[in-house]
């Protein structure tokens, strides 16, 4: 007989809860038919694909979703980051001495915290193509520091704005220009596919699709925040390791970011402010090329524990560089190494703790955990370089020179030493961390993780997460 396949109307209390479920406790009318298409499995018990997606399709719809999203984060994030590392620009053209800064004032000036995207990137695209999209977006980082030497040389041009002067005028002109770009994107962006008005229902379904193909023996796309997903993202193995990484390769990338013109000015003290700020603009070009590549080519190669590998000794090549000799051209040249490593870490972090978490709920809390840990990077570089370092450094500089941007006759320093060996620890927590997902691989093919699924209903199988046996950790 044909079973009844009548649906019941909106009012009955029996679809309220399912309908609720789907849009976060939102009164808001659904049309169940709809619905259905966003909460159909995809996956069977084991992980695979209940219906094969059509990949030309879906690669088609990424490239639309990236015109429409990557352009408008990556130009918020650029001035975002050229506004804090002006601070860099802004200290080589009195900042200091006009704010009558002294001691270890200017690295309280610097302590704050920074934001992630990594979740945002997670509503829209599958857990294979986070890393790039990432290193789009963490691109601008770097781009950020030379667009910001060549604005701040631009700008320290102009005699005066009314009252404000030199310096002054960097964080006025940039910081109306982050303020229109920040109102703008208010307007332009959109949450989620579902809610994006440049889709057709066709690919929104697709879209749909394609994130829960991802998410092994689910029956829903978003399902509604609980403790058991968030303990799962936050104390995931993937997920404290890549945020330890991130912590890290932070101490280095917001250290350069807010020291880079004094390092420059240090080394070449005889040239101009101006000259100087320029000098910046070189490792950054460097920078910014290397940190789209190297993700590009993780995401090519469908690895990004390797690929992480082989980038951490450009780090460590240029710090040994840093604390074993006082030559100039060397030192500046070791500037070109470390940037060209180091801002890539952002995007591998971020999508491989994206990628390797089972739920949406569960990816919120690893990337919340994980960014978390990076501030705590970011805090730390600016207490990496003190006042206090010499004395390896000339006696008429130690009262006010950091030592790493100390001038080129400075050996090392106590923040060299830490980068140095922040960037050792990176290339062996990635060594461990690729161990750990592949030898968990083996004991899943192994039949190691079938006893999970024997204890639950197959309606519930969802919340394994992880544990689930048909789920496989992404290198």
Known sequence: MKP?????????????????????????????????????????????????????????????????????LALQYLFAFIDRANIGNARIAGLERDLKLTGNQYNILLSRLFPGIAYYFGRWYRREEITFRMGLYIACAPLAGGVGGLLASGILKIDGIGQVHTWQQIFLIEGIITTVIGIAAYFLMS??????????????????????????GSSVLLEQMNIRAVKQGIFATTTLVNGFIFLLSNITVTGVAFFAPTI?????????????????????????????????????????????????????I??????????????????????????????????????????DT???AALGCVVMMGNCGGLISTWSFMPSDGPNYPQSHTRCRLSLYAPVDALSSIGNFLNLATNSTIFLATAYLLWFIQNNNKKREAGKYDHYLDAVQPEEAYKLGNNHPGFRYKT
């Not at 949450?191 to 092994?216: G, N």
């Not at 000015?265 to 402010?273: A, G, N, Q, R």
């Not at 524990?305 to 951490?312: N, P, S």
Request: a neutral charge.
């Open 4 to 72: 009844d396949t009548t649906l019941p109307p909106y009012g009955d209390d029996t679809m309220k809860p399912e309908l609720e479920h789907l849009e976060f406790g939102s009164k808001e009318h659904i049309d169940i038919r709809e619905a259905i298409v966003t909460v159909f499995p995809e996956t069977d018990e084991n992980g695979n694909p209940v219906e094969p997606i059509d990949q030309a399709a879906s690669n088609r719809l990424a490239r639309k979703i990236d015109l429409h999203i990557v352009p408008i």
């Open 191 to 216: 949450d989620r596919p579902e809610t994006a008005r440049w889709l057709s229902e066709d690919e929104k379904k697709l879209a749909a699709r394609r994130l829960k193909a991802d998410q092994v």
């Open 264 to 316: 420059v000015k240090t080394i070449y003290p005889t040239k101009s402010t101006i000259q100087q700020q320029l000098y910046t603009v070189p490792p950054y070009i460097l920078s910014t090329a290397c940190t789209c590549l190297i993700p590009y080519l993780s995401t090519r190669v469908k690895r990004r524990g390797i690929v992480m590998l082989c980038t951490a000794p450009l780090m460590i």
């Open 318 to 359: 240029g710090y040994i560089i840093f604390v074993s000799t006082t030559n100039a051209t060397a030192r500046y040249g070791a500037l070109f190494l470390i940037l060209a490593g180091a801002p890539s870490f952002g995007a591998f972090t971020n999508g491989w703790a994206a990628m390797n978490v089972a739920s």
């Open 362 to 364: 569960a990816r919120a």
